[in-house]
């Protein structure tokens, strides 16, 4: 079992930066692939960004690439994410979630995500 505590949510103008930050409970945060999602009002929940257990590669919408910056440190239990240059269609609300670990491969489908977070909004005004 994995809890999963987002933060660091808020308002920010167009074109500034926000991090958010996801602190995992347990003592085997390393072992899951984790990512970020974002669902908007009346919007369906979208991928936004992973970062996997074994090697830390990482992958990302192509609405946000070049502009989020996905991290972990597992001394920490934390997985972070950058967001610069942020946009008023960035608005949201950001889930952070830890993937099943049996999962083999590499995929970025929301089904397979195994623990999630209740969320942090993100406000960015035009």
């Known amino acids: 079992q994995v809890q999963l505590v987002e933060s660091g949510g808020g308002l920010v103008q167009a074109g500034g930066s926000l991090r958010v930050s996801c602190a995992a409970s347990?003592?085997?945060?390393?072992?899951?692939?984790m990512g970020w999602f974002r669902q908007a009002p009346g919007k369906e929940r979208e991928f936004v960004a992973l970062?996997?257990?074994?090697?830390?590669?990482?992958y990302y919408a192509a609405s946000v690439k070049g502009r989020f910056t996905i991290s972990r440190d597992n001394a920490k239990n934390t997985v972070y994410l950058q967001m610069n240059s942020l946009k008023p269609e960035d608005t949201a609300v950001y889930y952070c979630?830890?993937?099943?670990?049996?999962?083999?491969?590499?995929?970025?489908?929301?089904?397979?995500?195994?623990?999630w977070g209740r969320g942090t909004q993100v406000t960015v005004s035009s």
């Open positions: 979630a830890a993937q099943d670990p049996q999962i083999v491969g590499l995929t970025t489908a929301l089904s397979t995500f195994k623990y």
């Open positions: 347990g003592r085997t945060f390393s072992s899951y692939t």
């Open positions: 970062i996997t257990r074994s090697d830390d590669r990482t």
